[in-house]
């Protein structure tokens, strides 16, 4: 197989996803079993629920200098432990204006539902938001401090 | 509860019809992520010697001591060296209709039925590979990194004493072909419902995509036709049961996925009878674009130009005959106990209802025991039911069985 | 246990994995990675040949931490986890990183950066690892008794299931005799026989077993503990009796709803359908000549919009019931849908359509009138697929109205913490594949408390909640994943924000007892109850509450191995 041709100098963003066990990280098992491809900047951490990543998580990998974080969780209404992708839902609506007020751009953090019978959604969604994050340009909220 | 349980399934892999869903009502729960956490388990559980791929070739023996011949086909791939990695999969050349996806795929002649099988080892289809038909190819040999594949592998033939004998052979689907008045087999763009449910599956032949049968176009109006082939004198005169709710299920997917989608239900009487089913139908006339009119149209016709079904009805309670021409037609056919389960039932000397369900001799008050005692029966083999109540009996002859068990401590 | 020492295994997976990211590279930068005593890869790491070589490497290196880098944890971890345990090594000192289905497989035109990246993710596992402690699996006893609530036929078949696997039952029931809703019908449906003697059977088998306590008439009062633990009192006509059980099971059905329609209550001649039977039962019901029967009264409207699924049949039996007494009398059956489903319904609907009674659909928008002034005189509908109003001469007129939840669903709700919803009825854990289980483990529930069922569904659910309630009962014991949350009482401010957030009510603020802490209110988990989400772990302001598995320094290290920084 050969490598495709790498274009010089071309920004290639850091972007971490926390996937919850039960769907999305099925959900990233099924595209990958499904052999869809996609661009390899992203790095999966596995939690049990969306709702154990605390917001203050995302602003230390920000604040670090990682271009993007997101968070994939159940459909609304499919949390394997009922309401933790509630309760998800509301910190990421919070912890988007607190990113706005202190300067790192808020489109970094994603919050996106991926079930496990969805694996043309994950790559999708991995699609569109290395996009996002490669057309903002490196964090440089570090430097900027 | 502790018992050893040997798990026989025709198939190559557990998970039944319904990881051929791709929603489940009324919670739209999506139908494998719930259901592969289940078959993983049952794959691992200690307790469980899992016999895919497998028949229950002769029963013998009284009840409480039935001696079990169950018949192991040869997969051609050894299950011990086999680590599920598909390389095989990927390099066999030759494609065959799927049968999962009703003919609405290929999968090739060395395959897993779909990609979350349990157990996750592929099987060789003789009738279809080139190296059975001829001696040519052995492409999966070659590939395979384990040196799992073995053209050798005979049929096994594995014996058991068991106490109790659960029956839960599942239903096939009642070929609508004989309605020709519906012209399925004839016009194109007219499909049966579990075709559709493949096609509107994240994870089937379309990705999700409707892509109609005569030319990929996505339609815009679809008609559904309840009870074809049920609450019929000419076919089958039950009624299957569920077929009113995955219907409305259908139509709601359909808008879903295509906001500008009508979805069009012709149907006699609208059965929800259960949890939030009445809820589930209001919300697809309020909120998805469905449309429920009391008829079961005649016939359908096809639209030459353009290979668009019209269907042709009176509307009951406005009492006016008329068709309606659409895009796509599905057609929600009769649900009837799997051949299998006659098979099985023979073998057990089990009666059979008219309509080729298991008998249950006392329905109310022993509504999972056969005629035998030490014989249960579960699930759509011994009356038509949705998910929850072929899990409730399941579970109830679980707990038959084990009363059963216990007796002969 | 010393300093860490991390053993690395990447794996081949055959080309799967080797043919796309360069293996031996990834095994030399494990190597130089910190606390990483030893790196190899393996062909099949699930191979015979790979376990063998992660337990032989655990104990030549003397290894204290595995990490396997090959396919997906909800494959193989359980696998890889027991050859750790084999080895010595406890279970839960054991990482998987996913670099297959993650990583080589959807990146397989890119064979560098897929590398780069299987090393990134590497190296992530390793800085997890490094952190990751040693956990016991919780385990709890059960206590081997059951408790039934409800001794109609739900409760008496889950009783005697039970009973008759040798475990102790205590079935408490209400009213002073057993059998429920099924005693004040007259018939059943498909079955034309009397439902006292049908229920006999079941009720001498329950009163004479040896291991059923009949506690009745009896009501509970109390309920408290978790699975395996229950405390349980009950008032037993004036007297207080306190047992223990291990598992409950609710089977506390449902009652026929008394309409404020169709002049119900008002005219003597309008009956529900469960009047009718006991008129019936009692010999009392008098002549008829036209009997109308209104199906969907008080069900399948705004304030309660669901269908009561026995209704139609009940109706249906009724009727022909009716033409067998007096078969000059006419017989109308009112209907919006006929929810005569299966296979035996809707043989019967056909039968009884033939025996001579009239079906009419109506419609809500256009309901049926009741014309009268003493009595019921006639009916007035408008028949939908006939397109005519009729007025139908009437002097009997029954309505089928619906199941509706019991007056004390909600007071046992609270007190066994259990939820409800739909209107009343009892909530299952998943309405579709755990339809008689409660979220809250070791509490189930079948019949019609649940959701209007008949006989035969009712039967089925109290077996199939006993099906599910033995087996801890059997286990003896409950063992729960230790990925549990833990509170550190030193650093716990005792806000409660955990305990509100836990969707198990797993956690509870207490007193503490712990010496140099007495008296400081802080929350303490209950391990059996957890199910390892970590919703409270996030939601802890200062860190005291952790999930065992998922720590907040095991997860920053993750992140900052990824973004470099400390």
Known sequence: MQDTKEVQTEFKPKILAFCCNWCAYAGADLAGVSRFQMPTDVRVIRVMCSGRVPPELIIRALANGLDGVMILGCHPGECHYSEGNYLTRRRAHVLKRLLSYIGIEPERFQLRWVSAAEGAKFSAVVKETTDKITALGPNRWVDKR | ?409 | MGAPRIGVFICHCGTNIGGIVDVPQVVEYAKSLPYVAYAAANLYTCSEEGISSIKHAIKEYDLNRVVVASCTPRTHQPLFRNACADAGLNPYLFEFVNIREHCSWIHMQNRREATEKAKELVKMGVAKARWLDAQEEFESDVYPAAMVIGGGVAGMSAALNLANQGFEVHLVEKEPELGGRLLKLNRIFTINKDPSELVESIVKAVEGHSKIRLHMPAVVKAASGYIGNFDISVDEGGKEVSFKAGVIIVATGAQVLKPELYRYGELANVLTQLDLEQRLKDGELGEFQNVVMINCVGARIPERPYCSRVCCMTAIKNAALMKEINPEAKVYVLYRDLMTYGVEFEEYYREVKEAGVRFIRYTPSNLPQVIGAERVESVRVYDELMGMELELPCDLLVLATPLIPNDDNEELSRMLKVPISDGGFFLEAHVKLRPVEFAMDGIYVGGSCRWPADIRESIAQGYAAASEAVIPLRQGLVKVEAITATVDPKICKGCGTCALVCPFDAIELKESEIRGLEGKIVSEVNTALCKGCGLCAAACPNGAVQQRGFTDIQLLSMVNALSGKR
């Open chain 2, 1 to 409: 509860m502790g018992f050893q349980v040997y798990l026989v399934e025709k198939t190559p892999s557990i998970g039944g019809r319904m990881s051929q869903l791709d929603k489940t009502f009324p919670t739209n729960d999506c139908s494998m992520c719930i259901l592969a956490p289940k078959m993983i388990e049952a794959g691992r559980h200690p307790n469980i010697r899992l016999l895919t791929y497998s028949e229950v070739k002769e029963v013998a023996g009284p009840p409480g001591k039935f001696r079990v011949k169950i018949r192991k086909k040869a997969r051609f791939v050894d299950e011990e060296k086999c680590t599920g990695c598909g390389v095989c999969v990927t390099k066999c050349p030759w494609k065959v209709d799927s049968e999962f996806d009703l003919g609405l795929s290929k999968r090739k002649a060395i395959y897993t039925p779909f990609a979350q099988a349990v157990p996750n080892i592929p099987v060789i289809d003789t009738e279809h590979c080139v190296y059975f038909l001829k001696g040519t190819c052995r492409a999966c040999e070659k590939f395979c990194e384990a040196g799992a594949i073995n053209y050798d592998q005979e049929d096994e033939i594995i014996e058991a004493e068991v106490d109790a004998i659960i029956l839960a052979s599942g239903f096939d689907l009642y070929d609508p072909s004989g309605l020709e008045e519906y012209g399925y087999g004839k016009i194109k763009n007219v499909i049966t419902a579990m075709q559709y449910e493949r096609m509107i599956s994240a994870s089937g032949p379309s990705g999700g995509q409707l892509q109609r049968p005569s030319d990929g176009k996505t339609p815009k109006r679809l008609a559904f036709i309840q009870c074809v082939g049920s609450r019929d004198t000419h076919h089958k005169l039950y009624c299957s049961s569920v077929c009113c709710m995955h219907a409305t299920k259908e139509a709601i997917l359909a808008n879903e996925h295509y906001p500008d989608l009508k979805a069009f239900i012709f149907y006699t009487d609208m059965r929800a009878v259960g949890k939030r089913f009445q809820e589930y139908i209001a919300r697809a006339e309020q909120e998805y674009k469905v449309t429920y009119i009391r008829s079961r149209p005649s016939k359908i016709t096809e639209n030459p130009d353009n290979g668009n079904p019209i269907v042709w009805y009176e509307e009951t309670t406005a009492r006016t005959r008329t068709s309606m021409e659409v895009d796509m037609v599905v057609l929600c056919q009769a649900l009837i106990p799997s051949g299998s389960t006659k098979d099985i039932s023979d073998m057990l000397h089990l009666s059979l209802n008219d309509y080729q369900f298991v008998d249950i001799p006392d329905r109310l008050f022993h509504p999972v025991d056969t005629e035998i005692p030490g014989i249960l029966a579960c699930g759509f083999c011994q009356a038509p039911q949705d998910i929850p109540d072929s899990v409730v009996q399941a579970s109830a002859a679980a707990a038959r069985a084990a009363e059963f068990l216990s007796r002969e401590d």
